[in-house]
């Protein structure tokens, strides 16, 4: 065995021979008739990891900012005991690929009485990428990443594993690969800005799929006999997931100020607007209800924030990448003899 894993049992079309497949290799050679073989299937998933930039310093480093945040009760910082430090590599699902975006529908135009919905048609193109966490990690709190920019090496299982603790994948690449079809569906729709929507689409050209393990620092500490868990990118030294104990004054500032401010917008604002609306204009209802609702959405923010405030939790959130999309007249025949081309290359 050597520095990568491999996986054997496998035959040799040609001449039946045993082949040792290395992990994540697409491409082998039969080491008796030299025949060359494609790896298909969940065993040839190109699995990949992302190198670890951060030091244990660092990340304790990030760790401290963390627990500066002025959401948090301010003797956290003070009274917080770190434990548990170590380095782990989670893995997770990838899809990169072209995807071509189909969507058929109604847009609003114009305004007053003379606003209608006409027919549109959008085509969105793009090249989207897509991962999810390949194993069951709740406790860590990270369910996506950021692998723009990131260097991707050859997995090495024995170098992981030398160098922290190392997650295996629970489900499928089958399963993965339909999440992110799934994904990209709902970012074409997104990005069409189509109002009513009739039909859809979406093909992903040449799609590629692998396993990306990514480093990440976990450090578990202990306040007044409570324990929290942050989590640091290995390869950043961003922040990814982190608890604590909530600021209790600040909760409090966050209830009476957002309550004032709901209240203000919502009656004072909202019926003042409601009194001088111009009752012979369609839309003159638009702005007292949107100020109503924009009050009571301030206060409900202030209430969540106090009855839950007890624990901060952040979680970073990553956003989905940018794309071109245009306005296309073709027919929908025109539409569906591209697609069948197109399928001939995935």
């Not at 992302?50 to 963390?66: C, L, M, T, W």
């Not at 729709?189 to 990440?216: E, F, H, N």
């Amino acid at each position: 065995m050597s520095e990568k894993e491999a996986l054997t049992g496998l035959n040799c079309p040609r001449c039946g021979g045993i082949v040792t497949i290395p992990e994540g290799q697409a491409i082998v050679i039969c080491p008796y008739c030299q025949q060359r073989s494609v790896v298909r299937g969940e065993n040839g998933v190109r699995r990949y990891q992302v190198p670890n930039r951060i030091d244990r310093e660092s990340a304790e480093k990030a760790f401290r900012q963390f627990l500066g945040n002025w959401a948090i009760a301010g003797s956290v910082k003070r009274e917080a005991q770190l434990g548990e430090v170590f380095l782990m590599h989670l893995p997770f699902w990838a899809t990169w690929g072209r995807v071509l975006g189909w969507v058929f529908g109604e847009e609003y135009q114009g305004s007053g009485k003379n606003r209608r919905l006409v027919p549109k048609e959008k085509k969105v193109m793009q090249d989207m990428s897509w991962n999810g966490v390949a194993c069951d990690v709740g406790e860590f709190g990270v369910s996506q990443i950021n692998l723009e920019g990131r260097s991707l090496e050859p997995f090495n299982s024995q170098a992981l594993h030398s160098s922290g603790m190392v997650f295996e994948p629970t489900g499928s690449s089958a399963q993965a690969l339909e999440q992110s079809r799934t994904v990209f569906e709902n970012q074409v729709v997104s990005k069409s800005g189509i109002d009513r929507i009739s039909q859809t689409a979406v093909r992903i050209v040449r799609p590629r799929q692998g396993l990306v393990y990514y480093p990440m620092w976990v450090m578990r500490y202990t306040y007044r006999k409570r324990s929290f868990q942050v989590v640091v990118d290995g390869h950043s030294g961003e922040l990814l997931y982190g608890k604590a104990p909530g600021n209790v004054f600040y909760r409090s500032a966050v209830l009476v100020g957002g309550m004032a401010a709901g209240a203000f917008v919502s009656v004072d604002l909202g019926g003042s607007s409601l009194m001088l609306m111009n009752s012979d204009s369609d839309n003159a209802w638009v702005v007292p209800v949107a100020l109503f609702i924009g009050g009571l959405a301030m206060m409900y923010f202030a209430f969540r924030t106090y009855r839950y405030g007890e624990h901060y939790e952040y979680k970073r959130k990553f956003a989905a990448p940018g794309g071109s999309i245009m306005a296309i007249p073709d027919s929908a025949r025109e539409i569906g003899a591209i697609i069948k081309q197109l399928e001939r290359f995935q």
